[in-house]
């Protein structure tokens, strides 16, 4: 190999590991059998059986770990142990039996059906931002699900196999983080367009039109209508007025006690952090215009980095200066001492850096595309690979509020960054895209803000008067239970999201564009700098 020009790295790719792929089944499946059946599983087995007494479900479960291993250690063995044409040759397939040919094909056709029914036509508008949909719909259904895993009792209602997948959705509250990035990133876009193109800023008034339109409709009904029904259905609730007042000016995250301004939907609090990151975001934008006057991309990106830099710092500072004391500090103490928990940790400076890390990645787009638009499966391996890291921190680190890692909510700068790549690298690729934009995803990113909203109040309603059960932490003990009154959540929060766009966020979103597409709203901002 050497001999014929090739480099270590393909050296050890295409000779030395393949040689050594026998011993590397051999030691991985050892491994396997080792982690999967080792002395906590072995100990429990042998007391289930001589202990207990109980041999039908000790031969039961031996029986399926048998299953398990014996499909498990194939993979391996049909992938990394044997001959590397051995899965794929032709004499194989043609050995094959008939019933499994037919099991393929069914499964084949089967998978087509599917494909066809969610295949949505890439869009051909060539400002289109790929893969954006599929990323705001997997957003909001992270949070959903990690409401929905905190009402079951994991550890009682699922087999040790699933469990990992549990404590995974435990994490999904990263979802949030995923949110505040593609929010950066897409109001970010007509900035850099206008920058890129010589064009003054955009008008500050239509921005803050188009923000307050897509926020305060929604936003403003599923805040008086959960303080409302909250009256009746949690009378126990403190400071109701000051968190409802501070929730209605978007000020609530300002301080632990108002924090959540809503004890029937708690969620909401992320929407005084949304709307202090839309004031924040074009007066952190539009500097640029000054700092780089012949719209050099070089100087620009050294400014974005500084704004980053500037932002960590600021969190520090707000973390060293504005700690909360320790009387009644936790989540035992309710919602407002759960807030002294996350507070200031959670604050304007740590959730800026997540849109600003989205405007970065709005950025390297726009850049990019003016100077070579070409799609490559190279940014959908760059894609995937971000998103894996991402996937890796958010099982490690997520969930929780601040974790070890940062010290910062949602692993920031760390897991927001990774966020960002794989927006500009799926924007830019092939394949990637085309799968998270289909049509299922499309229709939960349109309807996803009111998914957001009203979700928690559905599962809260359902506890107080259906299932007592339906707890945070202690949780259901049966999956069958708990899966029904999931989808039962899942659907009336659908209905309700799906209302919430058609008569309330939509038609305000229409107005809006038509008010601005009269003459005397087109003129730029008198304090945009150019």
């Given at each position: 190999?050497?001999?014929d ?7 050890l790719?295409?000779v ?56 498990l ?6 992938y990394?142990?044997g ?16 019933m ?33 949909n ?6 909001c259904?992270m ?12 550890e ?7 469990k ?8 999904f ?6 949110f ?29 039109a188009?923000?307050?339109a ?12 959960s ?21 209605l ?34 007066l ?65 400076a740590?959730?800026m850096t ?21 799609r ?34 949602y692993?920031?700068?760390?897991f ?37 909203l ?14 007592p ?16 009154w ?13 209302l919430?766009?058609?008569?309330l ?5 229409l ?6 597409r009269?003459?005397q ?5 008198q304090?945009?700098?150019?």
């Open positions: 190999a050497r001999m020009g090739a480099n270590a790295w393909q050296a790719r295409y030395t590991v393949p040689q050594l792929r026998p011993m590397i089944f051999f030691a991985g499946s050892i491994t396997l059998i080792t982690g999967i059946s080792g002395d906590t599983l072995a100990r429990y087995l042998h007391y289930m059986a001589y202990i207990m007494g109980d041999y039908g479900a000790t031969a039961a479960m031996a029986a399926t770990i048998l299953l398990i291993l014996t499909g250690l194939y993979v391996l063995w049909a990394i142990g001959r590397p044409e051995l899965p794929h040759n032709s004499l194989g397939a043609r050995r094959q039996h008939p499994v040919i037919r099991a393929k094909a069914i499964v084949g056709a089967g998978w087509h059906k599917i494909e066809v029914l969610l295949y949505a036509p890439a869009s051909t508008d060539p400002q289109a931002l790929r893969g954006f599929g990323m705001r719909a997997i957003a259904l949070v959903v699900v990690h409401h929905l895993a905190q009402r079951l009792d994991g009682r209602a699922l087999v040790w196999v699933l990992p997948l549990w404590r995974l959705g435990l994490h509250d990263m979802g949030v983080c995923l505040f990035v593609l929010s950066g990133a897409l109001l970010s876009m007509p900035f850099w367009e206008r920058f890129f193109s010589g064009e003054p800023a955009p008008s500050l008034g239509q921005y803050a188009r923000r307050a897509r926020i305060v409709p929604g936003y403003w009904l599923a805040l008086i209508l303080v409302a029904i909250g009256l009746v259905a949690m009378p126990e609730a403190l400071l109701v007025l000051p968190r409802f007042l501070a929730g000016g978007f000020v609530s995250g300002l301080h632990y006690t108002t924090l959540f301004p809503s004890e029937l939907d708690p969620v909401l609090w992320s929407i005084s952090f949304e709307v202090m990151c839309y004031v924040l975001l074009p952190l934008l539009l500097p640029a215009w000054r700092w780089s006057p012949d719209r050099n991309p070089q100087r620009t990106l050294r400014y974005l980095i500084g704004v980053l830099i500037a932002l960590q710092l600021a969190h520090l500072w707000v973390v060293a200066n504005f700690m909360t004391e320790e009387l009644d500090r936790g989540w035992r103490f309710g919602l407002i001492g759960g807030a002294k928990q996350w507070i200031p940790y959670w604050n304007p740590t959730f997540q849109f600003m890390l989205g405007s970065l990645a709005a950025f390297g787009i726009v850049w990019k595309t003016r100077v070579d638009p070409r490559g499966n190279t940014f959908d391996t760059m894609a995937r690979w971000a998103l894996i890291g991402a996937i890796f921190l958010l099982a490690l680190f997520g969930g929780g509020g601040h974790n070890s890692f940062t010290r910062q909510p692993i920031t700068p760390v927001p960054a990774l966020c960002a790549v794989a927006l500009f690298a799926m924007h830019f690729g092939r394949r990637l895209h085309l799968a998270l934009d289909n049509r299922l995803f499309n229709f939960v990113a349109t309807i996803s803000f009111g998914l957001y009203w979700h928690f109040p559905v599962i809260e309603l359902l506890r107080i008067y259906y299932v059960d339906f707890l945070v932490k202690t949780g259901v003990r049966h999956f069958g239970e708990w899966f029904l999931s989808t039962l959540v899942m659907a009336i929060s659908t209905m309700l999201a799906w919430s766009w058609r008569w966020e939509q038609p305000a979103l107005w809006v564009k038509r008010r601005l009269k003459p709203n087109d003129k730029p901002a304090g945009a700098l150019a």
